[in-house]
């Protein structure tokens, strides 16, 4: 399986950015997608996640702004993000797993990783 993200960039506080993750492989309906960031200096985040089904989970800091949805026939995963903070400036990655999991907080137990997106937050 094989995950490229893109759509980041430079946006002002307050604005919105779209990211996008294509999904290559041999990947089944029991996928679960996710979203994770590393700001400078700090930890790999979750952000929010997607299991097969359709149900979706946020990081609180990020709960009612940003949106992950997954287009399955065009393989892709999008991560809307509105109301963009200073705080929200990070490189974001775009992961997967063949299940779901009761860790998807954690970075450790997804199995697939894009490369990572730049996003920058002007204040």
């Known amino acids: 399986v094989q995950l490229q993200a893109s759509g980041g960039g430079l946006v002002q506080a307050g604005g919105s950015l779209r990211l996008s993750c294509s999904v290559s492989?041999?990947?089944?309906?029991?996928?679960?997608m996710g979203w994770f960031r590393q700001a400078p200096g700090k930890e790999r985040e979750f952000v929010a996640a997607?299991?097969?089904?359709?149900?979706?989970y946020y990081a609180d800091s990020v709960k009612g702004r940003f949106t992950i949805s997954r287009d399955r026939e065009r393989n892709m995963v999008y991560l809307q993000m509105n109301s963009l903070k200073p705080e929200d400036m990070a490189v974001y990655y775009c992961?997967?797993?063949?299940?779901?999991?009761?860790?998807?907080?954690?970075?450790?137990?997804?199995?697939?990783w894009g490369q990572g997106t730049q996003v920058t937050v002007s204040s």
């Open positions: 992961a997967a797993r063949g299940s779901w999991t009761t860790a998807w907080r954690t970075d450790s137990q997804w199995h697939y």
């Open positions: 997607r299991r097969s089904g359709g149900s979706t």
């Open positions: 492989g041999r990947t089944d309906s029991n996928f679960a």
